[in-house]
């Protein structure tokens, strides 16, 4: 039997790839595959290429995003996951949205309209796109505290989210994590070794517990063994929905301290997405505006990030990733990512290549909010 | 006596390798499709015992994890270029992912408008060609919630695409309609 509204659709149906197209994809698929069963050194995945794999500055859990989510997200996104809950828990322990919604803002209607005095030289706008995404910050942490060397570069992380009401696919949660206790509640700790075939740059343990409430919580030490790490845990505080901290060592800093009540997460935001040619693919920036709590991008930083200040704005700027050095292809310089508090609750990131960093700093540092009938705007727009 | 897992395997991939692909296709970046692939298949050697002998619905349920993944890690990264939308009920989708729309393609455009949940749905039926079983496999659902799901997808895509005649051919049993039991 035939079905004309599936039938209709299958006409609509993109077409195929044509064979060469198809079979350089497969054989480069295959050869990752194979290596991966015969044990040996993976081929260098896209991943690891400097234009997909990014100093992560403003998600600070991103390097960790890098490791296979799979089974995970399997039964959470099917629109008939568990009580509705956008929140989920990964493979990996972080909180991640499990649904999401964006809807397209014109440029000109949008709250933020951040643009610069100028682009860097050699950059041309190619297109400004806006959306406002109610599936934004999941994992917006209670706490994060920075251990900082003498010239603001990070040397530990400390973080912990919640409560929030997350899916735990327990299952897959005991696979992956081993039991342990933290803060007097039985949890289960997820541990990851530096791994440059899977983007992990630093040691990292997480541990994700269920609260008297039978709420979901996260506490993560970024940059330490696992005996260190509790160690560092033993100055946090969480007692019902509160958590403090003090610090156990000299060197840290405090970020940021959830004061209130918990955070009803995600909260969304606004991203304002500004491209630019001129000869390096995916030049640019975006500027993501959330409502609170406003974080400041040392919230995001991850070890080896260095605190700085921009034109007087608080910032964070990442070390050199993706050369050749590090994994990328022949030749390739790599990129820096920076991170720029433009005003409470507005971060402007841009990814580029290192010697283009006086001139990206002076675009981050000279952004300001435009009229809706900026020429820019007009030009380069998506509505 | 079985194949060997080498062989297994090596049947898996030459069986539905393209499929996968072809799916990955609809679901993520041209430059994420290949890790697409790859993660998938890796699964699947590792968990070659967890597959099934029609290999397809359990391969396209994983690679859906890893392309929302991939989609989340993108959009994490900030890399504005992307241009990473996500539509509703869904995780994150990419504009450039889809066929670019005819002007006159009222099916795409309606497809497109569709949430995320309801597009993936349809296309694994119309697109990779999956039965209603295979789908509810490869999405982690029911039969009977998969067809709770389908007539309301078919439904909300009828409407958008201006066929509401659609609607007579749905043979899938109609749901509650609502009111007071």
Redo the contacts between chains.
């Keep these: ?1 035939t ?15 044509d064979d060469d197209q ?1 079979a350089a ?2 054989t ?3 050869r ?2 194979d290596a ?2 015969d044990g040996g050194p993976a081929p260098r ?3 690891l290429r400097p ?2 794999r ?1 100093a ?4 600070a859990a ?1 390097v960790l ?2 490791v ?8 959470q ?4 996951g568990p009580s509705g809950l956008s929140v989920a828990v ?1 493979q990996n322990g972080q909180f ?7 809807t ?1 803002v014109d440029p000109a209607r949008a709250d933020v309209r951040l643009l610069p005095d100028q682009l860097p030289t050699g950059w041309e706008y190619t ?1 400004i ?1 806006v ?1 406002h ?1 109610r ?1 934004q910050n999941c994992d917006v942490p209670s706490l994060v505290a920075l251990q900082l060397d003498p010239s603001g570069v990070v040397t530990g992380r400390l973080a912990v989210t919640g409560p929030v009401d997350a899916y735990i696919n327990t299952p897959v949660v005991d696979r992956d994590s081993v039991p342990d206790t933290v803060f007097g509640q039985p949890a289960r700790r997820f541990d990851l070794a530096p791994d440059p075939a899977r983007s992990i740059d630093h040691e990292l343990h997480r541990w994700v517990w269920s609260d008297d409430t039978g709420r979901q919580w996260s506490a993560e030490v970024v940059g330490f063994g696992l005996d260190e790490a509790r160690r560092q845990l033993t100055g946090v505080t969480v007692d019902g929905p509160a958590v403090t901290w003090q610090a156990v060592d000299p060197g840290w800093s405090l970020i940021h301290l959830r004061t209130g009540p918990p955070y009803d997460l995600p909260t969304g935001g606004t ?1 304002w ?3 630019a040619s001129g000869g390096l ?6 500027v ?1 505006a959330n409502p609170e709590p406003h974080l400041p991008a040392a919230a995001g930083a991850w070890v080896d990030d260095r605190l700085i200040e921009v034109a007087g704005h608080p910032a964070v700027i990442s070390p050199v990733r993706g050369s050749e050095a590090d994994g990328g292809p022949p030749g390739s310089a790599g990129f820096l ?1 920076l991170a720029v508090d433009v005003e409470p609750g507005a971060l402007a ?1 841009s ?1 580029f290549s290192p010697g283009d960093l006086d001139a990206v700093e002076a675009m981050l540092g000279s952004l300001r909010q435009v009229a809706p009938d900026d020429p820019r705007i007009a030009t380069y727009g998506e509505k | 006596m079985g194949d060997s897992p080498d062989e297994r ?1 090596d049947r898996l ?1 030459a069986d539905h ?2 499929a996968v ?2 799916y990955a ?2 679901r993520v970046l041209p ?5 697409v ?3 998938t ?3 699947a ?1 590792r968990r070659l015992d967890e597959v099934p002998e029609f290999g397809l619905p359990w391969l396209l ?2 690679a ?3 392309a ?2 991939a989609r ?3 959009r ?6 992307d ?10 989708e990419d504009d450039d992912a ?2 670019s729309l005819d002007d006159d ?1 009222s ?2 455009a309606a ?1 497109r408008a569709l ?3 309801d597009r993936e749905l ?2 694994l ?3 990779h060609g999956l039965t209603q079983d295979e789908a509810a496999q490869a ?3 029911s039969r009977g ?1 998969l067809k709770v ?1 389908l007539h309301r997808a ?1 439904r909300r ?2 409407q958008l ?1 201006g ?1 509401a ?2 609607i007579d ?3 899938t049993p109609a749901p509650h309609r609502g009111g007071t039991p």
């Design positions: 039997m079905d004309p509204l599936l039938d209709r659709l299958a006409q609509a149906a993109p077409a195929d790839l198809l994809l497969l480069g698929a295959r990752r595959v991966e069963r995945a896209r991943r234009r997909t990014v992560l500055v403003a998600a991103a995003t890098a296979p989510v799979v089974v995970s997200v399997v039964g996104d099917d629109g008939t990964a991640i949205c499990s649904n999401g919604f964006a397209a297109q796109l959306r995404e599936s991203s997405m500004v491209s693919e995916g030049r640019g920036y975006d993501y990512t990131i990814r | 395997f991939w390798a393209a692909v072809r296709r609809s430059d994420d499709v290949e890790d692939v790859a993660d298949f890796t699964v050697w349920g994983v859906r994890g890893v929302a993944n989340r890690s993108r994490r990264q900030g890399a504005l270029h241009r990473l939308v996500s539509l509703a009920d869904g995780t994150v889809w066929p393609s099916t795409l497809l949430s995320e949940a349809l296309t039926l119309a697109w999405l982690g659902c919630a799901r078919r895509f009828a695409a066929a005649r659609d051919q749905d043979r």
